[in-house]
């Protein structure tokens, strides 16, 4: 795996933590697993029986995920859930291959709107479905690759970093 700096998104992260906001994190297919897996981690139990922190994915209840795509479409599944659960000062984590998807622009557009703080962690960034100059307003963690599994790959380990980062200091 290659080297990558997590350390600002960490900082946010305890920040954010530290002031009682939280984490809201999604993606969709395997991206939606890292998501699942990211809350698990800070919630749970990582190394150690740590601190739980406040971290919740948007991708793991079917209930609410079919009822907004079936009454709204798949591109408000997670503004909508941001737009029901943000506060100013919490953190909204996009995992994503490409930034293709509308779902995507539409999900980072509530958050910066909702006064969240976004990192969008994907593969080689494109400007693409939205996301322009005018919307830069984010922290991006580029991986260097497209290639969906290596991605993914990457996506893991850069959670498994960044939570012993986050959790180590609690």
Known sequence: MSTYN???????????????????VFGVGGNAANAIHFAAELQGKY?????????????SNPSIITAITNDFGWDQC??????????????????????????LVNAIKEALG??????????RYTK???LTDSL???????????DTPKVQEIQLGLIHQIC?????RF
Do not use: M, W
């Open 78 to 103: 997670f503004k909508r859930q941001i737009a029901a659960l943000a506060v100013p000062g919490d953190i909204v984590i996009a995992l994503s291959i490409s930034t293709k998807g509308q779902y």
């Open 128 to 130: 693409v479905g939205g």
């Open 6 to 24: 997590t350390s600002a998104i960490s900082d946010k992260i305890e920040k954010c933590i530290r002031r009682h906001n939280k984490v809201l």
């Open 136 to 146: 830069n307003n984010f922290t991006l963690l580029e991986l260097d690759s497209l």
């Open 164 to 168: 012993g980062e986050v959790k180590g």
């Open 47 to 59: 190394e150690k029986f740590e601190t739980p922190l406040a971290c919740i994915d948007l991708c």
């Open 114 to 123: 909702c006064a969240c703080e976004v990192v969008l962690v994907c593969g």
